[in-house]
């Protein structure tokens, strides 16, 4: 059974960082992407990013590129996202997904397999 465990979530002012872990257990790690996305209030669910835990090629939305770091520690079947210079219009859940066969920036919720429990991250101005 695949299960991701999302953690690092919280309030923070903009311009700090946040860095959320997503732990993954149930299938072989290095052989899929795992990725994140994140809804706002009253917003759709949007893929901000994503890593191929193989190869380690990353993707970044356009909104989030140069800001926002994913990586992956393989040994602990983690994935993490370092947020820095938060703003306001970050402030979402954002989900952890996987497994995903590739890292293309172009998956869609209704064929995501398994969502982590989502963390809350709330950027005050």
């Known amino acids: 059974e695949v299960q991701l465990v999302e953690s690092g979530g919280g309030l923070v002012q903009a311009g700090e960082s946040l860095r959320l872990s997503c732990a993954a257990s149930g299938f072989t790690f290095g052989d899929y992407a795992i990725g994140w996305f994140r809804q706002a209030p009253g917003k759709e669910r949007e893929e901000i990013s994503c890593?191929?835990?193989?190869?380690?090629?990353?993707y970044y939305k356009w909104s989030v590129k140069g800001r926002f770091t994913v990586s992956s520690d393989n040994p602990k079947n983690t994935v993490y996202l370092q947020m820095n210079g938060l703003q306001p219009e970050d402030t979402a859940v954002y989900y952890c997904?996987?497994?995903?066969?590739?890292?293309?920036?172009?998956?869609?919720?209704?064929?995501?397999?398994?969502w982590g429990q989502g963390a809350l991250v709330t950027v005050s101005s």
């Open positions: 890593i191929s835990t193989g190869s380690g090629y990353t």
């Open positions: 997904y996987a497994p995903s066969p590739n890292c293309a920036g172009s998956a869609l919720p209704g064929r995501v397999e398994v």
